[in-house]
């Protein structure tokens, strides 16, 4: 009975969405990607990810990986990893793009998106990335995304 019980939970310890330290290390060895980032995090936080924040970034592998390298495939990726983010891409058409993020995102998640860990990259395109907080300033609509004066934001 012990060993059936033992086999039984391995299939929830190891699920990515459960998974908690020493149980997502190993997902993180077999991704490829570790825990400890290689640059120091702004705001002095350490750069040995937490559970969540490891799961999001292991997430993003997978995800990364498995992209078709569509521009529309991008956002289907990042409502997965950010439910209630938006992501706006540009394609400048000259091997760069610019990419516009809404949604509250904690200061390593920043960090992280901004080192290229995140967002799904084609391997010879430079990213621009730009934070901001919704709604945006503007005229002619009014609802979650763009709002008028007094309300809507500038970034």
Do not use: C
């Amino acid at each position: 009975n012990d060993i059936t019980n033992s086999l039984q939970t391995i299939t929830t310890s190891f699920d990515l969405d459960f998974a908690t330290g020493v149980q997502l290390d190993t997902l993180g060895l077999i991704v490829g990607v570790s825990r400890i980032v290689s640059f120091q995090p702004s705001g002095g936080i350490s750069h040995i990810l937490t559970d969540s924040v490891y799961r999001i970034l292991l997430k993003a592998t997978i995800a990364n990986n498995e992209w078709d390298g569509k521009i529309g495939s991008l956002y289907a990726i990042w409502s997965y990893l950010f439910p209630g983010g938006t992501i706006v891409i540009q394609d400048n058409q000259n091997m760069t793009a610019n990419i516009f993020l809404t949604g509250t995102f904690s200061s390593i998640i920043q960090d992280l998106i901004s080192h290229g860990l995140i967002v799904p990259r084609p391997e010879t395109v430079q990213y621009t990335y730009n934070f901001g907080d919704l709604p945006f300033f503007g005229f002619d609509l009014e609802d979650s995304f763009i709002s008028g004066w007094d309300v809507g934001k500038w970034s």
